[in-house]
Every structure is written in structure tokens, then in C-alpha cells.
């Protein structure tokens, strides 16, 4: 199938899949004057890419836990295992951060207010 006919059936833009092609994480075949053609199980594998990608994957980090589906194996799944558990060590401590950063914009406002109520005294 085409770039197009690939977009459709995944839901992906066709930039989206030029950009997974750049990153290493789609191949195709070229025909002759260039035109991208992909093989059916390619579906699967964009949906996969995109469940990474909505987890909070990077690129990067997708194609480090891609070797788990291309060949399964005990090394390749701890391998993924552990890159996903660090991935999300470093959402949690991003989280972390957003929550104190919060909590500091709660107490400025919290100034605010009581400083706007010494106003109309």
C-alpha cells in the first residue's frame, strides 16, 4: 500500500509517517520513481508507534523499546522494561516538579488575595 492508503487506515498523517521513516522506526520499499510502499503489517506496527507516542514516549525512546516486538526475547523485554521504567521515573519527577510549582502559584495567589482584601479596608 501507498503513504496515503497508510494514513488512512492508521489515522496518521502522512507527515507523521515520513517523520517515523526519518526516525528510523517505519521502513518501506520504493518503487521506481520513488513512491513509499508498505507491506500490511505496517498497520500494526504505526498503531504500536502511536500507543508510545500517547504513553509520552520519545521517538528516541520508541526506538529503543522497538527491538521487543521485532524479536521477542527475555533480553529485549527487560531491555524495553527498563527503558520504559525509567521513562516513567522521569514523567513522575516532571510530575513532581508541576505539583510544587503549583503549589507556589497557590501561594501567590493566596498573597493576592489577602492583599486585595487589605485594599478595600
Do not use: W
Amino acid at each position: 500500500m501507498r503513504i496515503g492508503e497508510l494514513a488512512a487506515q492508521t489515522g496518521v498523517s502522512v507527515r507523521s509517517l515520513r517523520y517515523y521513516e526519518e526516525q528510523g522506526l517505519l521502513t518501506s520499499d520504493r518503487s521506481a520513481s520513488g513512491q513509499r510502499h508498505y507491506t500490511a503489517d505496517k498497520i500494526e506496527r504505526v498503531r504500536f508507534i502511536q500507543r508510545m507516542y500517547a504513553a509520552g514516549l520519545s521517538s528516541g525512546t520508541v526506538s529503543e523499546v522497538l527491538p521487543c516486538v521485532e524479536s521477542p526475547s527475555e533480553e529485549t523485554s527487560d531491555a524495553a522494561l527498563e527503558r520504559m521504567t525509567r521513562e516513567r521515573d522521569r514523567l513522575s519527577e516532571h510530575i513532581a516538579d508541576l505539583i510544587r510549582t503549583r503549589d507556589a502559584l497557590d501561594a501567590l495567589i493566596a498573597t493576592n488575595r489577602e492583599h486585595r482584601r487589605s485594599l478595600r479596608v
